[in-house]
């Protein structure tokens, strides 16, 4: 029997998702995300690059500059407010103590009761080989979830002013193969395909059809395969750790 997802808890009020790049959050989750701002909470977004080598016939420094346009204006639609780039390389994100310091700033800056981010495993569903930049900014998100709650791990983030911060609460890992929880996605559905399609010239440089059907049939396909787990809706999934 496939096991039930529970609703992920709601008892919180601030939350800090943490991606590679400017669309991650926008395959799938943002349906969450437009869901919990409509309930009064607060959601903000830290990427790590800018995207600038997601798109071949676009120069990196072209890119940029495109990419994070759009990635405020899709997150803006489903009401998110505060979008941060850490500007680490496109492509060639390292998993190491700089990244892990950066994430655990913002986390302290914004003092998160949930942090989001996503798939850190090799592999989507065991099919198919995950890219580097993402096991590194998710592995990296999980880790600074202590780091940011230690004072003696980069000290030198107290020199910033930046105090210990021991209020996460949980980390959702989206995208993951081994989800436990879920989200209605039928109240922020529409904001979400409107969300993805904000980033129109990176999916009209990804593929020949026509934008709107591509990010709805997508995003369809995606709630709905999680619907026999969660009671016949429509859901975002996240696999769920405490801290």
Same mark, same amino acid.
């Given at each position: ?23 991650? *959050?926008?395959?799938? !989750? $943002?349906?969450?995300? /437009?869901?919990?701002?409509?309930? +009064?909470?607060?959601? /903000? ?5 800018? +995207? ?43 998993? +190491? ?7 655990? /700033? ?11 981010? *996503?798939? &850190?495993?090799?592999?989507? +569903?065991?099919?198919?080989?995950? !890219? ?7 592995? $990296? ?6 780091? $940011? ?16 911060? &021991? ?13 436990? &929880? ?16 904000? &980033? ?44």
């Amino acid at each position: 029997m496939t096991q039930r997802l529970e609703p992920l808890p709601t008892d919180w009020r601030r939350a800090l998702a943490v991606v590679a790049h400017p669309d991650d *959050l926008e395959y799938g !989750t $943002a349906a969450a995300v /437009a869901a919990w701002t409509d309930g +009064g909470r607060e959601v /903000a977004y830290l990427l790590a690059s800018r +995207g600038e080598a997601g798109i071949d016939t676009l120069p990196p420094e072209e890119c940029a500059p495109v990419r994070e346009r759009e990635q405020r204006a899709g997150a803006a639609v489903v009401g998110v407010r505060t979008v941060e780039f850490l500007d680490h390389r496109d492509g060639v994100i390292e998993y +190491g103590l700089d990244l892990r310091r950066d994430i655990a /700033a913002a986390i302290r800056r914004h003092r998160p009761e949930l942090v989001v981010t *996503l798939n &850190h495993r090799d592999t989507w +569903g065991q099919t198919a080989w995950n !890219t580097p930049d993402h096991r590194a900014v998710g592995r $990296a998100a999980l880790d600074a979830v202590a780091d $940011a709650g230690n004072r003696w791990i980069f000290p030198e983030l107290l020199r910033q002013g930046l105090q210990p911060w &021991h209020g996460v609460r949980w980390t959702a890992v989206a995208g993951s193969d081994r989800p436990t &929880h879920a989200v209605d996605a039928t109240a922020g559905f529409e904001r979400s395909v409107r969300s993805l399609l904000e &980033h129109r010239t990176y999916i009209e440089a990804l593929t020949a059809e026509d934008p709107e059907r591509y990010c709805r049939t997508l995003l369809t396909d995606l709630a709905q395969s999680a619907s026999e787990r969660f009671g016949g809706r429509p859901a975002v999934t996240f696999e769920v750790l405490a801290h």
